[in-house]
Nanobody, 121 residues
């Protein structure tokens, strides 16, 4: 059993900052990629940022220069530092992990329960 637990969401004014955290726990053999996705009301879930085990990162164009993803491999934890937040960043943010639960298993996607980020004055 694998769990991804997010924390750090909340209400922030435009221009403000928030830091999200996501810790993976359970039967984990190796995590290939961790990332963040978001889903705004009435919209599809979209990629925000991902980070590979070696540190390579990928960002959506809409957050480049404002968001920074980082990872602590020893703690199976991924972070998302969000600066210069805009109202259009309002969404439920989901943590994702692409991982194996054993040497013999295949890579599979696991998701957190989501954390609400609201940017409003």
């Amino acid at each position: 059993q694998v769990q991804l637990v997010e924390s750090g969401g909340g209400l922030v004014q435009p221009g403000g900052s928030l830091r999200l955290s996501c810790a993976a726990s359970g039967t984990i053999f190796v995590i290939k990629t961790m990332g963040w996705y978001r889903q705004a009301p009435g919209k599809q879930r979209e990629l925000v940022a991902t980070i590979a085990s070696g540190g390579n990162t990928n960002y959506a164009d809409s957050v480049k220069g404002r968001y920074t993803i980082s990872r602590d491999n020893a703690k199976n934890t991924v972070y998302l530092q969000m600066n210069s937040l805009k109202p259009e960043d309002t969404a439920v943010y989901y943590c994702n992990g692409l991982l194996k639960t054993s040497w013999a298993s295949v890579y599979d996607n696991y998701w957190g329960q989501g954390t609400q980020v609201t940017v409003s004055s």
